[in-house]
C-alpha cells in the first residue's frame, strides 16, 4: 500500500475516532490464511460477510452483489507493498477497480483533477477550444493552481477543463463579437492564477472597461464578475452576481449561476473552519448558512435534475450534511449515490467507500442507518471481538430487533443473526439452527455464500469436520466465482491437513490449485514422503518444486535425519542452480562446499556424513552451524509453523525440534574430547550469538549475562592464543 497527499487528512481523522481500523499506508501487507477472524484485519479480507473484513471490503461485497460495482477478475496486488496473495485473501486495495476518466464541467465539482491526470492532453485541448476563437497563446502561458485533494479549497476547480468549457460556451454564443469573445476568454484564462487562499493575487484579471458591450457579453462578463470574486473569497459579491444572473436570457449562464450561487453559501458557511490538516472544527461553521446551501443545492437539483452540475450538486449534499453533524442525512446521501449509475454520482465508488469510513464511520450510530446495506456493514463491525472483559458491542435482542428494518432483505438479517451466535455467542449449534437449509439450487450470491460459508465453519467448530468437507467440495459444484472458488481452496486445504490427510491435497484430481496455499502446506506439514514426490513431479510447477526439494533437504538436515538428507541430496538439479539474492529457497544452498578461510569446513555433504556416523562430531557440529549461519537461517521461516488457526498450523509431519547452532556450540563447549580449536570456535560463536545488541539472534534462548561472561572469559584464559581468542574483543 502507498501513500498519496489526498489521503493525510482523512488517516489523520480516521485516526483519531473512527472505529475503523484504517489500513496504513506505509506498512507492508500480506495475508493471514484463516477463515475465522473476529477481529480486523485489513490486509485478510475474505469474499464473504466477515466480522473480520474490514469494513470497506463488505461494503465493496455488498455494492458488487447489488450490481452497483464491478470488482476486477481475478485479483491482483495492487502494489509493491502487497505480497504473498492469491485471491482469497486479499488485501482491501486489491479490490478497486481501474479508476474511470472522469468528464469536466465547467462549474466546480468536488473532484480533484490536477493532481493525478496528465497535463500536456489537457493543455493541448484547452489551447485547440482557444484558437477556434481566435486566441493563440505562448507556449508556457496556460497555468493551474495545483491542489491537493484536501478540504475546503474552492480554489482547486479553477482548472484548465472548466476553463476550456467556458471557451466552448464563448464559441457556441452568436450573439458575441469575435473582439468580446477573445477578451473574456483571455480573461478566464487569467483567472486561472486567482485564488484566495492567501499567496498575492492579481490585481485585475477581468476585461477592460468598454471591451465588452453586446447584452451576452454583459451576462458572460457579470459571470466572470462572480466567478473571480468566488475564488477571492469575496462572497458578497460573489452571491451578488450569481442572484443577478438568475433571469440570464443565457441558458448555460442562468445554470451555472443557480448552482454556483449554491457553491457560494457552503464555502463562506465552512470559511476558516478547517484546519491545516483539512480537519474541520464544525463549531465554527454558520450553520444558518449551510441550511441556506442545503436549500439552494436542492433548488438548483429540482430546475435542473439532468443539469450539468447535477451530480456535483447532489455530492455537495454530504458535505453539508457531514458540517451540519447530521449523520441521519449523511447516511441517507451515501446510501443515494450507492444506488446510482456512475454518471449521477459525483464520485466513484471507491472513493465514495473511502469517504464514507473516514467521515461517517467515526460518530454513526446504528439508528442512523435506513439503508439495509449500510446497516449490515454497521452490525458486521458490532460484532467483532470486544475489548477484554467488555460485553460484545451489539447484543443478540439488539440484533434481533433490527428484524424489520431488513425488511427488504430478510436472509441478511437472518445471516447477522447466525454469525451472532457464532462469532459472539460461540455457540455453533445454535448459528447452525439459526441458518436456513441448505439449498443446492440457488445461485451463490453474497448472502448465499455467506450463509454456507458460516456452515461449514459451525460444523468445523463441532467437530464435524467430514460434514465441513463435504459441504466445501460441494459449493464446488455450484459455479462459485474465481473470489468465492479461492476461499473454498483455502477452507478445504485448512480442513484436511487438519485431518492428517494432506497428501490428499496434492493428488491430481486436487480442487486446491492456489499456488501460495500448496506452497504453504508444503514449507509447513508435509511428510518427507510427499515433498520428495513433489519435489519430482513434472506435472507441478518449478516453483512448487523448488519449495518441496528446499523444504525437504532443510528439514532432513536441520531434524537431524542426515542419513535422510545424504539420501535425497542428489535431487538437487544438475548442474547445480546458482543462489541468487532474494531466493529464499534457493536449492542450490544444499550444494555448500564448505569454508577454508577462518574455521576450516569440509562440504555440507561430509558434514551430514560425519553427523550421521557421529551425532557428537565437534567439527561437523560446528560446521552445520556454519551453514546455517552464512546462509543466514538463523530464525528461518521453516523452523516455525503458523499459528494453529491457520494453514500450515496443523501438526508438523517432522518430529522434535529444529537444529539450534547455539545449543550445537555448547554441546561442543562441552564436550571434553572436543579439540582446542574446535571448543574455541564454539566458545566465539556462543559468545556473539548475543552481538551487538546483547540479544540472542541464533534461537530463543535467555542464557544469562553471566554465563555469556564466563564463556568469554573461558576462551580469553584457556584458549587466548587462539585466533578467536584474539578476534573477541566483548562479551554482550
Known sequence: MKTSPRLLPLLILGGLASPAAHASYDFFCSPTWALVEDNLNTCSNLPFLSPG??????????????????????????????????????????????????????????????????????????????????VKLEDGALAEQQFAEGEGSRCRTNNLDTTQAFVEQLASTSGLSAEERKALAISRVNLLTVCGEGDPQPADVLPTAGTVTSADGQAYLAYLTGADAFYRGDFGTARERFTQLAD???????????????????????????????????????????????????AYLTAYPEGAYAASARGLLRRIYWLLDDNRRFAAEFAWQFAQDDAKRNLGLPELVEELDVKLLPALKPEDLQDTALLAMADLMRLRRPAEGEPPLISLEQ?????????????????????????????????????????????????????????????????????????????????????????????????????????????????????PIREILLRNVASADLLRRQAVDSAAPQRERDTA?????????????????????????????????????????????????????????????????????????????????????????????????????????????PYSRLVGYMAVIDDAKASDDDRAYALYRAVNCYAPAGYNTCDDQDISKAQRKQWFQALKTRYAKSPWAEALKYYW
Open 549 to 657: 526439494l528446499f523444504t525437504l533437504l532443510y528439514k532432513d538436515l536441520v531434524f537431524g535425519d542426515y542419513a535422510a538428507f545424504l539420501k535425497d541430496q542428489p535431487l538437487i538439479p544438475s548442474p547445480t542452480p546458482k543462489v541468487e539474492d532474494g531466493n529464499e529457497l534457493a536449492v542450490g544452498r544444499f550444494a555448500w562446499s564448505g569454508q577454508q578461510d577462518g574455521y576450516a569446513c569440509p562440504s555440507l555433504t561430509e558434514v551430514a556424513t560425519r553427523l550421521q556416523g557421529n551425532a557428537k562430531d565437534a567439527q561437523a557440529g560446528n560446521c552445520l552451524g556454519e551453514f546455517i549461519r552464512t546462509n543466514g537461517f538463523d530464525g528461518f521461516s521453516l523452523n516455525t509453523q503458523p499459528p494453529k488457526g491457520e494453514l500450515g498450523g496443523s501438526a508438523s509431519q517432522f518430529p522434535g525440534k
Open 53 to 134: 473484513n474490514d469494513s470497506r471490503a463488505n461494503l465493496k461485497l455488498l455494492l458488487a452483489d447489488a450490481g452497483r460495482l464491478s470488482l476486477p477478475s481475478p485479483l491482483q496486488a495492487s502494489s509493491d507493498y502487497e505480497g504473498g496473495y492469491a485471491q482469497a485473501p486479499f488485501a482491501l486495495d486489491m479490490l478497486n477497480p481501474a479508476a474511470p476518466e472522469s468528464e469536466a464541467t465547467e462549474a466546480p465539482t468536488d473532484v480533484d483533477t490536477t493532481a493525478t491526470e496528465s497535463v500536456s492532453p489537457r493543455v493541448e485541448n484547452l489551447s485547440l477550444a482557444l484558437e477556434q476563437i481566435g
Open 399 to 515: 440484533l434481533q430487533a433490527q428484524k424489520q428494518r431488513f425488511a427488504d432483505r430478510p436472509a441478511l438479517h437472518a445471516y447477522l443473526v447466525a454469525a451472532w451466535h457464532f462469532y459472539r455467542g460461540h455457540d455453533a449449534a445454535k448459528a447452525l439452527a439459526a441458518l436456513p437449509a441448505e439449498d443446492p439450487q440457488a445461485r451463490l450470491d453474497l448472502v448465499t455464500f455467506s450463509q454456507e460459508t458460516l456452515r461449514g465453519l459451525a460444523l468445523e467448530a463441532k467437530g464435524d469436520a467430514e460434514g465441513a468437507y463435504a459441504l466445501w467440495q460441494r459449493l464446488l459444484q455450484r459455479q462459485p466465482s474465481e473470489l468465492q472458488r479461492g476461499q473454498l481452496e483455502l477452507a478445504i486445504a485448512l480442513n484436511r491437513s487438519r485431518a492428517g490427510q494432506v497428501d490428499a491435497l496434492f493428488t491430481a484430481d486436487s480442487p486446491v490449485r492456489t499456488a
Open 248 to 298: 440570464s436570457p443565457q441558458p448555460w449562464i442562468k445554470e451555472a449561476a443557480l448552482y454556483l450561487k449554491a457553491r457560494v453559501s457552503l464555502n463562506q458557511a465552512q470559511e476558516g473552519a478547517f484546519d491545516e490538516y483539512g480537519i474541520p472544527d464544525l463549531a465554527k461553521v454558520d450553520r444558518t448558512l449551510l441550511d441556506a446551501s442545503d436549500n439552494e443545492f436542492k
